[in-house]
T-cell receptor, first 116, second 113 residues
Framework: AQSVTQLGSHVSVSEGALVLLRCNYS??????LFWYVQYPNQGLQLLLK??????LVKGINGFEAEFKKSETSFHLTKPSAHMSDAAEYFC??????????????FGQGTILTVHP | DTAVSQTPKYLVTQMGNDKSIKCEQN?????MYWYKQDSKKFLKIMFS???????INETVPNRFSPKSPDKAHLNLHINSLELGDSAVYFC????????????FGPGTRLTVL
């Protein structure tokens, strides 16, 4: 079984400030972890993914995330927010084996608002 | 060229009707998926096909039937629509499945009246 909890359904930051979106996961097998972004009325776009290589993963648009097994976390960060980062962000987990392999389980999403 | 396309973009229909949503990908991927996003934005996988073969079938009512005529297409047919079926349905594809990046379509917003 696998699940994802995103802490905070809404996060608001000023332009230029640090972005931190929190994600904790639960998985009975080693996980693969993903962050997706959804802009209004659009499909999801992959930001980055962790598939058991380097624990610090760099993605598109200046985002990065660090896999911390001891904390079962995969938080998403960006040093300096831009207005164009305003969107909804989804963390997802997939088991690296077993019945959950190939099956993404998403968190409930975090809406990021960036104000001037 | 759109990588993963869905038609229609919006679908409004009455309870009890039967409707279909079509999905096509031009990425040459082997695996395709259907997801349902409810009114609270919760996204859940419904089905996955690899080379026209069903490989993931979550707990979905029998009224939902996916059909894959070839590996570039995965259609979703819904019988006897209910109010609770109102949602946004996303199609996605990936190269071979597993941890490969999934590319999502723009979604189909289904409203059942």
């Amino acid at each position: 079984a696998q699940s994802v909890t995103q802490l905070g359904s809404h996060v608001s930051v000023s332009e230029g400030a640090l972005v931190l979106l929190r994600c904790n996961y639960s998985s009975s097998v080693p996980p693969y972890l993903f962050w997706y972004v959804q802009y209004p009325n659009q499909g999801l776009q992959l930001l980055l993914k962790y598939t058991s290589a380097a624990t610090l993963v760099k993605g598109i648009n200046g985002f990065e995330a660090e896999f911390k097994k001891s904390e079962t976390s995969f938080h998403l960060t960006k040093p300096s927010a831009h207005m164009s980062d305003a969107a909804e962000y989804f963390c997802a987990v997939m088991g690296a084996g077993g019945t959950s392999y190939g099956k993404l389980t998403f968190g409930q999403g975090t809406i990021l608002t960036v104000h001037p | 060229d759109t990588a993963v396309s869905q038609t229609p973009k919006y679908l409004v229909t009455q309870m009890g009707n039967d409707k279909s949503i079509k999905c096509e990908q031009n990425l040459g991927h082997d695996t395709m998926y259907w997801y349902k996003q409810d009114s609270k934005k919760f996204l859940k996988i419904m089905f996955s096909y690899n080379n026209k073969e069903l490989i993931i079938n979550e707990t979905v009512p029998n009224r939902f039937s996916p059909k894959s005529p070839d590996k570039a297409h995965l259609n979703l047919h819904i019988n006897s629509l209910e109010l609770g079926d109102s949602a946004v349905y996303f199609c996605a594809s990936s190269l071979t499945g597993g941890a490969d990046t999934q590319y999502f379509g723009p979604g189909t917003r289904l409203t059942v009246l």
